[in-house]
């Protein structure tokens, strides 16, 4: 039987009725800024025990991946946003016609998803990103190898649904061939990066459009995920007048509604080059709910529902940590450590609320302001080093 939503009314009156497709910690922290506005959020996803659940004004309970899922659950919304890129966009395309509004656009998303049409979407646009090849899968790559086309060292991307570093093979000598993933992929040259930087962008269908000042990632080097994002970025005023530059030429190219986090490699020879984008809330936007005037959150939920844009600005640098499962660790999770880290001063504590751990998955994020970033960045580490999470 199809599930019809319950529709709750916000205290500011008649609001648009907005849906999420996925329910995951993203989810959850839109859930949150659209709480302070007193408007009701609307979820689907496989189960309510996901992070944003429990917040959900009501709750649509299938796949974002299933044409007829995304369907009914859209049909009762009038605007539609994603957390997650890997939804079924032909729905998303079926809806539009039928006069729901989807913010980002699917045909954004469609190239979004897709790390080749990305690629190409830039090469285009004369956007500037690595130089790449697409290939079919790991025998051809091989072939390329053998022909002399392609040249070690460098890097395999899955097309397709890869994120948090999987889907992420970098292939040093020859000795990395075995690992090559057997699936249309694209190769990149391995680049010499200095830092890897992010800028945020949002805009609005009425034309407005802002971005955050840019942060610096540090990756755990062996999941290839973000372990540590600092804001400001260390880097001069030039690189990042250029990456917001490009973020906000980016997002109007793309015409997005909502955000568009765009990741950086910045080269030792000091070019600023695209690596992938997201059109959602994005992991190095964490620490604007702490250290921003607006955080992303408030932030998307102005650029879906076409309201007027918050100020972007530090109010105070920060650096976020992410709260990444203990390796080893898998089952349901224990924290430990908590109230030690909570004696740390300048901390802001972000559980998701995911009730099973497993080796570096994201449990949650800290996040350290303080007016001098150092001391910050000396806070972060202790709490890294005290706050277990553990099966
Ligand atoms: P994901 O979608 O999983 O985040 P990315 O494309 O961002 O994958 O790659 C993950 C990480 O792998 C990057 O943040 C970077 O550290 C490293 N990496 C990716 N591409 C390259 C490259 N061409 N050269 C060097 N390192 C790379």
Same mark, same amino acid.
């Given at each position: 039987m199809e599930q019809t939503l319950k529709i709750k009314s916000g205290l500011l009156g008649k609001q648009p009725k907005l849906g999420i497709l996925g329910a995951g910690q993203l989810g959850k922290m839109l859930a949150h800024a659209a709480a302070n506005w007193d408007l009701p959020l609307y979820f689907l996803d %496989?189960?309510?025990?996901?992070?944003?659940g429990p917040y959900a004004a009501d709750f649509f309970t299938g796949d974002f991946k299933n044409y007829k899922d995304v369907l009914a659950f859209g049909r009762q919304m009038d605007i539609l946003t994603i957390e997650i890129e890997h939804v079924n966009t032909d729905a998303l395309l079926q809806l539009e016609k039928e006069g729901i509004k989807v913010h980002p656009n699917p045909k954004a998303l469609n190239i979004i998803k897709d790390k080749g049409l990305q690629k190409q979407f830039y090469e285009q646009r004369n956007f500037p990103t690595s130089s790449f090849q697409l290939f079919e899968n790991a025998k051809a790559i091989l072939q390329a190898l053998d022909n002399g086309s392609l040249a070690l060292p460098f890097v395999q991307k899955s097309r397709g649904e890869g994120y948090d570093g999987k889907g992420v093979v970098v292939v %040093?000598?020859?000795?990395? !061939?075995?690992? !090559?993933?057997?699936?249309p992929s694209l190769c990149e040259p391995l680049v010499d990066i200095e830092k890897e930087l992010a800028v945020i962008a949002c805009r609005n269908e009425s034309g407005q459009v802002v971005t955050y000042p840019m942060v610096e990632m540090e990756f755990e080097p062996s999941a290839n995920l973000v372990e540590f994002l600092f804001c400001p970025a260390a880097v001069n005023q030039d690189i990042e007048a250029k990456g917001k530059d490009i973020a906000g030429k980016l997002i109007e190219a793309f015409d997005i509604c909502g955000l568009l986090a765009v990741e950086f490699f910045l080269t030792k020879s000091g070019e600023l080059l695209i690596n992938e984008v997201a059109p959602r809330p994005h992991n190095s936007g964490h620490q604007t709910i702490d250290a921003n005037v607006t955080s992303q959150f408030e932030l998307h939920l102005q650029g879906v529902l076409n309201l007027p844009l918050g100020n972007t600005a530090l109010v105070q640098p920060g650096v976020m940590i992410n709260l990444l499962g203990e390796p080893g660790h898998k089952g349901p999770v224990k924290y430990e450590g908590l109230k030690e880290m909570m004696q740390l001063s300048n901390i802001h504590l972000h559980l998701y609320g995911k009730k099973e751990t497993r080796s570096l998955r994201k449990m949650g994020h800290a996040t350290v302001v303080h007016s001098d970033l150092e001391k910050a960045k000396t806070i972060a580490r202790k709490a890294q080093a005290i706050f277990k999470i553990k099966s």
């Open positions: %496989k189960s309510t025990d996901f992070p944003a %040093k000598n020859s000795e990395g !061939l075995p690992g !090559l993933i057997d699936a």
